[in-house]
């Protein structure tokens, strides 16, 4: 791997750009809030003794619900040698954090709480590329969840995106939480491996996702893979 300057658009910088955008979605996405990094603006990489690699970014975030886009700095870690665990972030985006989706999100929380129904889907997006408006939250929600996965699962080598909701089912909880089992497809872009996860997760706008177990599965050649992987 280089270290010094880097050029924003090849990989190694890009790598480094997604994981935080997984940091910011895994800590404050919601229902109603999601981000994406829209552009590396300036990447730089050096090797810490004893640690692992250390890049440094100025990247624009953006917010897509909200279509408000911010220019944050950050610095990501990956452990190396000997040490082990995820990459380690630091973001400063407070412009972005500042965006409120309370109304939103508390609207969604209370139609799935007071449900007589637990919801069930499948396929978002189905083939074509297409999320009905009303299951377009649990999507966004499976994103928020799945990018618990990607944070932990990424490496300089690495480059996830979650392209689909497979299915899922709610689950009934007598606490004050929301319930999920998700089955969600990542696509690693580097390697062009669909990978499937199980994750059962918790959710409300209190206490944001909670991911409680994630399993992966083997290799799944009947899933449905939409066309975009964006």
């Given at each position: ?176 939480q929301l319930k999920f089992h998700y089955h969600v497809l990542l696509h690693d872009m580097v390697s062009q491996e669909i990978i499937n996860w199980k994750l059962l997760f918790t959710w409300s706008p209190a206490e944001g996702v909670k991911v409680e177990q994630m399993e992966q599965l083997p290799h799944c050649h009947s899933c449905e893979k939409p066309p975009n992987t964006n």
């Open positions: 791997m280089a270290t010094g300057e880097l050029n924003p658009n090849h990989y190694p910088a890009q790598r480094a750009a997604k994981v935080v955008q997984h940091y910011l979605n895994s800590r404050h996405g919601s229902p109603h809030r999601l981000f994406k990094v829209h552009r590396v603006h300036r990447a730089f990489a050096e090797d810490v003794p004893d640690t692992g690699r250390k890049y440094h970014l100025d990247v624009s975030i953006q917010e897509i619900m909200s279509n408000v886009t911010e220019k944050c700095s950050a610095e990501v870690l990956f452990p190396g040698g000997e040490q082990q665990g995820s990459a380690r972030i630091q973001a400063s985006c407070e412009e972005l954090l500042k965006i409120n989706s309370t109304t939103q999100d508390q609207a969604f929380y209370q139609q799935y709480k007071n449900n007589q129904t637990l919801v069930t889907a499948q396929y978002l997006p189905d083939s074509y590329g297409h999320v009905s408006p009303c299951m377009e939250p649990l999507r966004t929600l499976g994103i928020v969840a799945s990018s618990v996965v990607m944070l932990n699962q990424s490496s300089e080598n690495t480059l996830y995106n979650m392209v689909q909701v497979a299915n899922l089912t709610q689950l009934s909880t007598e606490n004050d």
